[in-house]
């Protein structure tokens, strides 16, 4: 295997990255690659994210991982995460990507978790250069997200009224309001240990609107006819599982849903055997990693 770190420029800030080059790989050949992204506030060394590098790369496909602008190595104010800018960021990955000696450029595929399965959703439906889509407990819309991640009429006015005062502050005082991670996504106590370390624990308000008013949602019926797959727990302790039906009733063909009940939300971390076998047949039907010589 051969790794390379990389740094790639989105939008004026440089990212950082890693792309790694299967052995198997011929000096004349061009291979489909995947581009894996990080989940919220996370970055590069997150287990969702080098447990899927390893699954492709021992399969025969390129990778790229990279941390999103504001997070890990990435240039940017930490913390501001903005659903549009990571999306810019995934496509402007793709460009880097598709420049690589040994990238079929018209095989480049994205996966993500979590925020980064709707960020890969979103930049599938908008960039017709992306081969194949991979979400792992991503979500589609966000308002309808949060209301099931704030689920109590409590909860729901206690994170309606955080975004209003967000705005007020950033009127007031011309600076953004800090708010906790938590109080943003809530995770369950026993799953904070699959955060990576390093991940973000506070973000501007303006990070948590931008996720209220995201509709992968609108989309991803646009991805179509490349091959989309949608994966889920079916027991999703962070992002409710609807968010993956929905998208799937809105995409087009060919898309899979499979729901799993004996994992959660960190599922690529977890390193599930029936996730993967799904993946493997998934890849083995749509993107499978065959490369092709190169142009002389």
Known sequence: MTESKVAFASDGFKLA????VPDSVGPSERRPAFIVMHGFGSNTNSNNVLEPC???????????????????????????????????DARNALTFLAQQKNVDADRIGLIGSSFGAAVAVYAGGVDKRVAAVISSGGWGDGVRKFRGQHSTPEAWAKFTTMLEEGKRHRERTGKSLMV?????????PHLRGDLAAGSIEIFPAETAQSMYDFRADDVVGKIAPRPLLLLHSSTDSVTPTEQSIEMFKRAGTPTDLHLFADTDHFMFAESNTRVRSVIYDWLEKYFPAKGRAQAA
């Open 54 to 88: 390893t699954m492709f790369e021992k399969l025969g496909y390129i990778t790229l991982r990279f941390d999103m602008r504001g997070c890990g190595a990435s240039e940017g104010e930490r913390g501001r995460i903005l659903c549009l800018d990571q999306v810019a």
């Open 180 to 188: 906790p991670r938590y109080d943003i996504v809530p995770i369950p």
């Open 17 to 20: 990255g890693v792309v790694r």
